[in-house]
């Protein structure tokens, strides 16, 4: 991806062009506050360092942005299969416990073996 970015920007187009980011404002489930930012890892990112959402972020935000006519698991699943060592998914199942969306995603993560399932005790207590 780096050889075809740094191509394309030797050929003049722009970066919002050919690398991928986003920028986001006001995110599903949550104000971005000071808090957000705390959670948030400095990174440099085509070498300017800047704030980027911690994955439990993303992750929460991805889940509680689900709606009705906007159900697709592919973003997240793909994240989860790629990182989930490095998720506190505690804190995402806790973040978006309300969200029948989300909640379908933790059984079909755990049913695919991505995630462990949640330890029954607390499975119980959310109920």
Known sequence: MRGACDGALAAGATCSACCPSDVIFQPSGGEVDDAMFERADL???QAVLMNV?????????????????EVDYEG???????LR??????????RTSESPYARAFFFLAEELEIIQPEPAEAR????
């Open 85 to 94: 060592e490095q998720v506190d998914w505690e804190t995402v199942r806790e």
């Open 53 to 69: 959402m911690s994955l439990e972020d993303v992750l929460t935000t991805k889940l509680l942005s689900m709606r009705e006519h």
């Open 43 to 45: 990174l440099d990112v």
């Open 76 to 82: 997240v699943l793909e994240i989860a299969r790629a």
């Open 124 to 127: 119980e207590a959310s109920r």
